[in-house]
């Protein structure tokens, strides 16, 4: 009944067209980038950009909800973090009386979010857009290790299959008499005690499918293994991996030029 | 209890069209299988009795009160249902855990409990193990141990989803008398199973499903004498069944007894 133990799913859009190898690259371009640069428009500049990208990925939706989910709990609390106790605070946004928030903190604040969420939103659609499959056979085809590239896979996979196990037990739960509607509060007491067999689980599920793969001769050595799942690298892949790396290296030198006061 | 079920459909959110209009009416406490092949939609169906599934098209009615009036939490003290995978259900620390887990959360009083845990445990065969981790059982204990806890909310209703499933002789005898104890106390038993052998020894009413629809519905003999029908669904009758069918037998038989009695008859004409 369990169909792809992925949350890949087929959308016909061009961002899965392009090589799964190439795809990691914006993670680190766009992420690292933001995290250099010395204030937080880049970060936004890229957030916004990200949207539109999930919106051509037909991802908008989820790609919102992720979005938001993590970033609104995280910027309050940084900001009230920061806001309120950052060393650097000087100029005063508003006197709360006992505590001030400064702006200082602030801009910290949303700079430590904006890069998370370039991080979390370049992954999610990396993710949403790849066959993991096929992520891990261009992997594996560029010279990592089978072995790592089923680490990758399984870690990926974990994620899809603990919500899937999860929700089947809260089934359970229901037809037990446990009310998994109402108060927030509620619903967070039904929900732990759950969270440890669920783990626990997936984690024994992992192990028994690396030792399947064991007895299929997965870590065969002296043998030249053939694939399944077939990559190609085509020339715009080659194209767009090179424009990310020269967006890091322009972002990098344009920092360098920012705090050496030259602009 | 009376289970109703009128034009009932479900597509999954995925787009399977899983059950496709099934009419269907299960009353009294006389034990019920249903069987068919695999992906027929037996435990979409049995999923609706108690809510966990809610019909997207036709209706569900449980004593003539629609499903959708209703949680599953609340139609819990009614209708129970026990899960084919033993993992999904357990949860807890011990068995003793598990089996007082459902019954507090329907606010069964502590002296019920108390009786109830006494008949479950002696029922299930499971008295010297309550203290036990449920990681320390066999599949077959931790199976009796699910069946167990939903035994102990004392519903009306009880399904049990594939429950013969990797058991041996003594398990099926467990499960036999399990049932049996079950009717007497005048509960109604609907159970979903593979083992032919185990379904007709157990189970006068039976339904067949067949690509999301019933098939057949009726007395076990009326319907494993119907061949054609059942091929149509890829269930075969119990070995002894088909001997007699093939030899020509006008009965349908379920057991050696059967059979010479009917091998007898046509000796003497
Ligand atoms: N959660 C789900 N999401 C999508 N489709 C599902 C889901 N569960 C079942 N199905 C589909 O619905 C159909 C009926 O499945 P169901 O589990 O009811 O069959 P079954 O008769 O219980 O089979 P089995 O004997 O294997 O347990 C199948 O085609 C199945 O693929
Ligand atoms: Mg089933």
């Known amino acids: ?263 | 209890m009376r289970i109703e079920l009128i034009s009932l459909g479900h597509v999954y959110p995925t787009g399977d069209e899983a059950l496709k209009g099934v009419d269907l009416v299960i009353e009294g406490t006389e034990p019920v299988a249903i069987i068919g092949q695999n992906g027929a939609g037996k435990t979409t169906l049995v999923k609706h009795f108690n809510g966990i599934l809610r019909p997207t098209s036709g209706q569900v009615l449980i004593n003539g009160e629609d499903i959708n009036n209703r949680s599953t939490a609340q139609w819990s003290r009614d209708v129970g249902y026990v899960f084919q995978n033993p993992d999904d259900q357990i949860f807890l620390e011990t068995i003793r855990k598990e089996f007082e887990f459902g019954p507090k959360q329907i606010g069964m009083p502590e002296e019920k409990i108390k009786e109830q845990m006494d008949f479950v445990s002696e029922l299930c065969l499971l008295k010297d193990k309550l203290d036990l981790h449920p990681f320390d059982l066999t599949l077959t204990e931790k199976k009796f141990c699910t069946i167990g806890s939903i035994i102990m909310m004392d519903p009306k209703v009880i399904i049990f989803d594939e429950p013969t499933c990797g058991q041996d002789v003594e398990g099926n005898k467990r499960l036999k008398n399990i049932v049996k104890t079950l009717q007497d106390m005048g509960k109604l038993c609907i159970t979903i199973s593979h083992d032919m052998k185990f379904v007709v020894e157990n189970f006068r009413h039976v339904i067949v499903m067949c690509k999301g629809k019933v098939l057949l519905d009726g007395d076990s003999k009326e319907v494993f004498s119907q061949v054609d029908k059942l091929k149509q669904s890829f269930v075969s009758p119990p070995p002894i069944t088909r001997v007699a069918q093939k030899a020509g037998f006008k009965e349908t038989v379920f057991n050696i007894d059967e059979f010479m009695r009917e091998f007898d008859n046509r000796k003497e004409k």
């Open chain 1, 1 to 263: 009944m369990a169909k792809a133990y992925n949350s890949y799913v087929k959308r016909d859009t061009f961002k899965e067209n392009i090589s799964p190898n190439v795809k990691i690259w914006p993670i680190f371009s766009y992420g690292l980038s933001a995290i250099i640069f010395p204030n937080i428009y880049l970060g936004l500049g890229l957030i916004v950009f990200l949207f539109i990208l999930a919106f051509f990925s037909k991802l908008f939706k989820g790609f919102t909800k992720i979005m938001l989910g993590f970033g609104i709990p995280i910027t309050l609390m940084l900001i009230f973090i920061h806001g309120f106790y950052g060393s650097k605070n000087e100029t005063i946004l508003y006197d709360f009386g006992p505590v001030q928030l400064g702006l200082e903190g602030v801009l910290h604040a949303l700079k430590i979010v904006s890069s998370l969420l370039v991080f979390l939103g370049t992954f999610y659609i990396m993710n949403h857009t790849t066959y993991t499959g096929k992520l891990v056979a261009s992997l594996t085809a560029s010279g990592v290790n089978p072995k790592v590239g089923y680490l990758v896979l399984a870690s990926l996979n974990v994620v899809p299959q603990m919500q899937r196990k999860l929700s089947v037990i809260q089934e359970a739960q229901t037809a037990r008499g446990v009310e998994t509607k109402g108060s927030l509060w509620h619903r967070f007491k039904v929900f732990v005690p759950l969270l440890g067999p669920v783990v626990l689980s997936s984690l024994t599920d992992a192990q028994e499918r690396g030792m399947t793969l064991e007895t299929r001769g997965f870590g065969i050595k002296n043998v030249k293994q053939t694939h399944y799942v077939e990559v190609f690298y085509t020339k715009t892949d080659k194209i767009i991996k090179y424009m990310l790396i020269g967006f890091f290296i322009v972002t990098l030198i344009i920092t360098i030029l920012m705090r050496l006061s030259v602009i």
